[in-house]
């Protein structure tokens, strides 16, 4: 190989393309196709995500026909100027012709793909931008382009006529896209869709582009790109031997099978290097694709063996199909990590029924149905995307909808992995760390347990029939494995009225209609008791024996001190309403909030509903949340002796609660009673209420007269009283913050923070600079005011960052440090004496432990019910990020911060800091401007370059 020869081909071959516009042409259309997708096909402002996924999503294809355009004329035009024979008598190699070319096209390409970095400078200015994907993304580019000019030169080696050269070379590359891509592999079985998305171009340049540089990927574009390079060196060849028939005689047969031999050592490298999977670089900022240093030290620490087994199905969802051979690879990271003390398994129960039912009965994995929309038809398959943790006797099942999440927009659907390494990790912690077994804790407590079903087995639907033998069953089981510490009874309630009563008015346990007139009717409640506690029992799914012994296991562990944290939650309960009929209990009217909570934290956590009207919060309780409630004294006395205790607090606490309806919006006065606590911790929650322009959308009701009628409509519309708050008001570095995306603060006030001695503050969140605050508590638009938008600041309204959250951490004094206790008696003093209303019985604590933590979001409704729901009607959007950053804030308060630094590296995006329409027009247009800058550039310089170069003969090279 000479590199001068090289380097002079190279010369003249890019001096060609800018002989005639046919270059500045290409590179014109490429540029602005590239920018009309970016900023207008795929609504990159609407999409308000700080990267340039849309720029590499088209680049495939687009290169594709970058690529064909640039190589149809560089062997076609030699042959039919009749320049080829001369090119090849001259004293140069053919694989330095070859290569000369092939370097001159690579430039013309990598020219194209530097014009484009205008777009990640725009986005890095916007926002926090990774540039990990997006350097992968570049060099997924001119990997992807050296395959697609190798097969260029290759066809246009075999042909005079350039269009021909062009359709052919297009021909291909799409083909080799599409054999990947999810268009093509939708149709066929898990596996073979992965060795198909294996040999695509398009789903190898995805794998890089996402910021992981693959050694696997690496060597396949490589291996292709050699492979085709030898192969046009070949068909030149075969050109030169043409014209000599007797040397040609007996070369031909070596030259054929040194490219057999290439070929076959293609499929080798690519074959051998498959299960390779270790052999990669993370580009990502936060190492999103690989496992941390946390997720080591936990595998590092387990006693027994790990099992991780994947349950995937040949035929699932085309979304779901291209994300199981990432969770294959970052499972085997495990293993591999796992230094012996994890094994990870692949299972597809559609393919054997007796592990099918096994699954279902002892872990209750069940297949999910997805629906497909095919070609000429829609049809509903039957799919297992789930992933079995075990360890010891505990195991925790991972479902799709914990590992994935939804992004939709107008003209897209896109299907991604959650925080794969977090939700793996904290289901290893839960069962390796968070347990133990239940045997060892029932002996160790000395518990008992009772389990008793009350069933009316002659009243029971068919359906229903199976379940008091499976119920015996179970127990039988567990009665066994916890060496008789559970007691297993089943009672008939059919025709004991007085136990019917009894079971209603203790448990709520009322008989259930077995048809639909409610005629005949049947009893089947499952009761837990340890000790003074009891919970019913709601098994899931079919009432398997897999569900059955779920649910009674679970119901076990949340009644037995040892196992999981507790959380307890104090909010509004509903107002007694008087019963319809004599003689029955009176029924809570409404429904309770923060009900979404309770079920979110009940898969790590024991949530327990406190009413504190002791004046004591129960000792087993691990973090104590305070929401939208009302306190009497003796629950102020509760929460403040807790907090005394060194106890971890979590108040969602505004100046407001807010009730919202079809009626309309209404805001009174949150309660004081929590307001003077907190205030006396050092937090004084402001009576006003947060209103700023950067906001997330809420559906508003909205009134319009026409003539003499009336018309209510919902609007989705700006309101500013949810501030949307990103990561510029974040607190840098804190712990809590670690994954959140962003969060809406609901109907929020501002925080004043009163420093404290021994006490460590720290702002959590903070509002946008030109945020408002209004004392008006009129929450609805007003569009006669204000037509615009409905809201609108005063003249005299004063602009600023507003503190909306904070965190604290040391020794709090009292509330009642001077106050005497609702549940001790005082001695007796003179009125007016403050000190002497203090308790003096010395038991409440005056001053707080060190240990003492507490929150306070300045809003009532911030993990509400009403902001759960729109969360899911809006498809999560900005409300995605209350519910991460609740369960961070009680891993914080637990001071269990390792899985948030794992949390912190998942894929949640990063947002553009907010712009209005003038502002990205005018960022748009600049790109444009600097492409045609760019573009004009290139001509003058071709221009002038063109004019003073002399020609360079070939033969003196």
Not at 493 to 515: K, S, T, V
Not at 556 to 562: A, E, F, S, W
Not at 616 to 633: A, C, M, R
């Amino acid at each position: 190989m000479n590199t001068a020869s090289i380097l002079t081909t190279a010369r003249k071959e890019l001096r060609s393309y800018f002989l005639s516009p046919v270059a500045l042409i290409f590179l014109g259309v490429f540029l602005v196709a590239t920018l009309f997708i970016f900023f207008t096909y795929s609504k990159f402002f609407a999409r308000n995500l700080a990267d340039v996924r849309p720029l590499f999503n088209w680049l495939p294809l687009l290169l594709i026909f970058l690529v064909s355009a640039v190589t149809m004329r560089q062997w076609s035009e030699e042959q039919k100027m009749g320049t080829l024979e001369i090119l090849l008598t001259l004293p140069i190699k053919t694989s330095d012709l070859v290569l000369g070319k092939f370097v001159a096209g690579m430039a013309l390409v990598g020219l194209a793909l530097a014009l484009t970095l205008p777009l990640p400078i725009t986005v890095s200015l916007l926002g926090e931008l990774d540039w990990g994907p997006v350097i992968g993304g570049y060099v997924a580019a001119l990997l992807l382009a050296s395959t697609y000019m190798a097969i260029g030169l290759c066809v246009s080696a075999r042909t005079d006529n350039q269009i021909v050269a062009l359709m052919v070379t297009a021909i291909l590359g799409g083909f080799l896209y599409l054999l990947g891509s999810d268009a093509l592999t939708g149709f066929f079985a898990t596996e073979t869709a992965e060795v198909l998305r294996g040999l695509g171009t398009g789903s190898r340049f995805s794998s890089i582009e996402r910021g992981v540089l693959d050694l696997r990927d690496l060597a396949y574009y490589g291996s292709l790109t050699v492979f085709f390079l030898l192969l046009n060196v070949h068909f030149l060849e075969m050109k030169r031997l043409d014209k000599q028939p007797a040397e040609g005689n007996s070369r031909r047969p070596v030259m054929l099978t040194t490219v057999a031999l290439a070929g076959l050592n293609v499929l080798a490298v690519n074959l051998w290097l498959a299960p390779v999977t270790s052999a990669r670089a993370d580009l990502t900022v936060d190492g999103e694709y690989s496992i941390s240093d946390v997720t080591e030290g936990i595998l590092a620490r387990l006693d027994e063996p790990l099992v991780i087994q994947g349950f995937f199905s040949e035929k699932t969802h085309p979304l779901l199909s291209p994300l199981v051979p990432r969770i294959r690879d970052f499972l085997t990271e495990y293993e591999v990590r796992g230094s012996g003390n994890v094994k990870v398994e692949f299972f597809d129960p559609n393919k054997d029924e007796a592990l099918e039912e096994e699954i279902s009965d002892q872990y209750g994995i069940k297949s999910v149905p997805f629906r497909i929309s095919e070609r000429h038809e829609e049809s509903v398959v039957n799919s297992y995307f789930h992933i079995l943790i075990k360890y010891g006797d505990e195991y925790e099942v991972l479902q799709f909808g914990d590992l994935i999440e939804v992004y939709a927009d107008d003209t897209d659907v896109q299907v991604r992995l959650r925080s794969l390494e977090y939700d793996i990790t904290r289901a290893i912690k839960k069962v390796s760390q968070g347990f133990q077994s239940l045997e060892s804790v029932l002996a160790r407590n000395d518990s008992k347990v009772e389990v008793t079903a009350y069933v009316t087995p002659d009243a029971l639907p068919p359906e229903f029939a199976d379940v008091p033998k499976r119920l015996q069953t179970v127990a039988d089981e567990l009665a066994e494995k916890t060496g008789g510490r559970i007691k297993y009874e089943a009672i008939d309630p059919g025709g004991d009225q007085a136990l019917q009563q009894r079971l209603q008015q203790q448990y709520g346990f009322r008989p259930m209609a077995a048809d639909l007139f409610g005629q005949k009717t049947f009893y089947l409640h499952i009761l837990v008791k340890s000790g003074d506690r009891a919970e019913q029992v709601f098994p899931q799914g079919d009432l398997s024996e897999g569900d059955l012994r779920t649910s009674i296991e679970a119901s076990i562990k949340r009644l037995t001190p040892g196992f999981l944290k507790t959380v307890g939650l104090v909010t509004k309960s509903p107002a007694p309403q008087q019963p319809q009929f004599p003689g029955m209990p009176p029924q809570p009217h409404g429904r309770t909030d923060y009900r979404q909570v309770e079920q979110m934290l009940g898969a790590d956590f024991t949530v327990r509903r406190l009413e504190l009207d002791d004046g004591v919060v129960p000792g087993d309780i691990d973090v104590l949340i305070v929401g939208k409630t009302e306190l009497d004294e003796k629950a102020q006395f509760a929460i403040d002796q807790y907090l005394m205790r060194g106890g971890a607090v979590i108040a969602f606490a505004g100046a407001y609660d807010v009730n919202a309806d079809r009626q309309g919006i209404t805001a009174q006065s949150a309660d004081g009673k929590l307001l003077d606590l907190l205030d006396t911790y050092g937090v004084k929650v402001q009576q006003s209420l947060v209103m700023d322009p950067q906001n997330t959308a809420f559906p508003v009701p909205v009134r319009e007269q026409r003539g003499p009628y009336v018309f209510e409509r919902i609007e989705m519309i700006p309101y500013p009283f949810f501030a949307d708050i990103r990561r510029e008001g974040f607190a840098e570095g804190h712990a809590a913050l670690a994954g959140v995306p962003s969060v809406a603060m609901t109907w929020a006030s501002p925080i004043e923070l009163k420093p404290i001695d021994g006490v460590e503050q720290q702002t959590l969140l903070r509002t946008s600079p030109d945020t408002w605050l209004q004392t008006s508590t009129s929450l609805q638009p007003d569009f006669q005011q204000w037509p615009e938008g409905g809201f609108g600041k005063a003249e005299d309204a004063k602009t600023g960052e507003q503190i909306v959250a904070v965190t604290e951490h040391g020794s709090f004094p009292s509330y009642f440090a001077d106050r005497p206790s609702p549940i001790f008696v005082p001695d007796a003093k003179p009125e007016g004496d403050l000190e002497a209303k203090a308790d003096r019985t010395g038991r409440t604590m005056k001053t707080s432990t060190p240990e003492a933590r507490l929150v306070v979001v300045a809003s009532s409704e911030f993990a509400g019910d009403l902001v759960g729901q729109l969360g899911m009607q809006m498809g999560g959007g900005g409300y995605r990020g209350n519910a991460i950053l609740v369960r961070n804030l009680i891993d914080w308060t637990l001071e269990d911060t390792d899985l948030l630094t794992i949390r912190s590296a998942g894929a949640f995006a990063r947002t553009l800091k907010p712009l209005d329409e003038e502002e990205r027009t005018t960022y748009e247009v600049v790109n444009y401007a600097i492409v045609l800058a760019a573009l004009i550039g290139v001509l003058v310089l071709a221009t002038t370059r063109r004019k003073m170069a002399r020609p360079i003969p070939l033969e003196n090279a």
